[in-house]
């Protein structure tokens, strides 16, 4: 298998978690999303990807994008361990907060939708970084609150195993921090945050540790 991803990436850091949680070995494809005007813009990787964003995932003739789809795909191939739970409802949960930050959290703090913000709409960096803090705080409160007050969390998100939704959290944290999002504001948040840490997978899969961080 191969990862076309970029070190700081939150959607690509979920699926180096999810890697190694499944212990896969993959070759790591780095694609610079700055240097040299964006190497996600070449042609070469267009071919891969047309929409020009990271990751993709290569495993022989099947190419997967879209972080939850590489995550789901690589669930089914490779059930051990089972990143969602058994039953429907608890599917749905870790889904829920899994799409509670792809979808309504990460994507006002992607790379494109700043470098937009600061050509089109005047917003210096004291600005970009303010809105995506702003952003990343309204959506941690309503998690935080939903995290808070569920009956089953455990450990982490959902029980007392690592789910989909840590997967998913994890790199929103990581992002919220680097942003300078007050995390005593989000203590349930934080918490499972530090408990992943302590657990090999994910910590691998940090920024820091890739061979392209800078």
Same mark, same amino acid.
């Given at each position: 298998m191969k990862l076309y991803n970029y070190f700081r990436s939150s959607a690509s850091y979920r699926v180096r978690i999810a890697l190694n949680l499944k212990g896969l070995a993959y070759e790591y494809v780095p694609v610079h999303l700055v240097r040299e005007g964006g190497q996600q813009h $070449?042609?070469?990787? #267009? &071919?891969?990807?047309?929409? &020009?964003? =990271?990751?993709?995932l290569v495993d022989g003739d099947v190419g997967v994008h879209q972080s939850l789809a590489i995550i789901e795909y690589l669930d089914e191939t490779h059930p051990d361990p089972p990143l969602l739970p058994a039953d429907a $409802? &608890?599917?749905?949960? =870790? #889904? $829920?907060? $899994?799409? +509670?930050?792809?979808? +309504?959290?990460h994507?006002? &703090?992607?790379t494109r939708v700043l470098k937009y913000l600061a050509a089109n709409c005047g917003l210096d960096k004291d600005g970009t970084d303010a809105w995506v803090r702003h952003w990343i705080g309204t959506g941690f409160a309503a998690l935080e609150t939903r995290l808070a007050q569920s009956p089953t969390r455990g450990k982490f998100c959902y029980?007392? %195993?690592? %789910?989909?939704? +840590?997967?998913?959290?994890?790199?929103?944290?990581?992002n919220a921090r680097r942003f300078g999002v007050d995390m005593g504001r989000f203590p349930t948040i934080a918490a499972i945050d530090a408990r992943c840490a302590q657990i090999t997978a994910f910590a691998d899969a940090a920024p820091a540790k890739q061979r392209d961080a800078e």
């Open positions: $070449a042609p070469a990787y #267009r &071919g891969i990807a047309p929409e &020009g964003l =990271v990751p993709v $409802a &608890g599917r749905a949960a =870790v #889904r $829920a907060i $899994a799409l +509670d930050i792809a979808c +309504d959290i994507p006002l &703090g992607n029980g007392n %195993t690592p %789910t989909l939704a +840590d997967i998913l959290l994890v790199p929103q944290v990581f």
